[in-house]
Structure formats: C-alpha cells, structure tokens
C-alpha cells in the first residue's frame, strides 16, 4: 500500500487521526485517507478533524466514491460494499 | 428544503435509492444526496444504487464534505458532526 495512504477501519477516530497528522509532518504533501462500508462516516470524521483541528491548512484536494467487490470467506460468494477516497493535501 | 435534495436517516438504503430515482423521473437534472454521521455511509450507498444500477448515465458531479454544529436537546450543548453532499446529475 501507498505510504501516504491511511485506511480507516474499526478502531476510534483518533488513532486514524494520528496517523495523517504523522504522514503530513513526516513532510507528505498529501495523505488518501480510505475506507470501506460503515467506515466511511469515520473516515470523513478524519478528514474534517485533521483539516479543523491539527493541519488548519491542509485542503481537501478530491473525493472519490466506488464500488468495490468483497469476497465473504463463509460461501466464497462476491458482495459489494461502496467505498471512499478522500485526499487531503497541504 | 431544495425539492431536488434527499435527505438520507436511518431509513432503508432503497427507500432513499427511490426517492433520489424518483427526482430524475420527473425531470430533474441533478440531485443532491445530503447525510450526517453514522448516515454518511448510507449516502454513499445510495448513490452508488443509483448510479451503476438505475440511472446509468447520472455521474457524480461532486462531493462535498463539512462539519455541522448541532445542539443536543438533553443539556442545549452544542456538538459537531460530519455532514457530507453528493450531487448526481445525468
């Protein structure tokens, strides 16, 4: 995966936080913050943070929403869950 | 509210797939898919539903992503919350 990249899951927002915060003063010109399914709130809860309370001049640079296929290892079968990029860029 | 705007809760994705589907029926050129909180990734759903299996042609024509203050009714405090806007248009 991408350095720059930040996948929310299930943990508390502010771990996720952290972890873009620590990419930006690391010297990163931009962080993808990702994320799957009922992550996506978390991850947009992310950005908005970030870019409020910690990098007050990071922007968000794009959003992208799609459509990705799971496999579920209980019946081998595909399902599909939505998904969200967001790039925040200093 | 704007009459092409929906409002995604905590209703069933579908209910929200219909009424945004419904919009373009009557001829509106662009919808707006507006969620809060833990309904964000809801509203992403919906505009996934809507795009690759009923209106094939709608395209995202943006997203937008912001922090709303909301007032919580037990002690009148204010709280923030995630909001984000996705606008369809065919």
Redesign the interface.
């Known amino acids: 995966m991408d350095e720059n990249t930040v996948f929310v899951g299930k943990k508390g927002v502010m771990s996720y936080v952290l972890a873009v915060v620590t990419q930006f003063n690391r010297g990163a010109a931009e962080v993808s913050v990702k994320a799957r ?5 978390r991850a ?2 992310v ?2 943070i970030v870019r ?1 309370r910690f990098i007050t001049d990071a922007k ?1 640079r794009s ?5 990705e296929e799971v496999e579920r290892k209980e019946d081998n079968s595909q399902t599909k869950v ?1 998904a ?1 990029e ?1 790039v925040l860029s200093k």
């Open positions: 399914g009922k992550a996506i709130s947009v809860d950005a908005e409020h968000v959003i992208n929403i799609s459509t939505s969200i967001i």
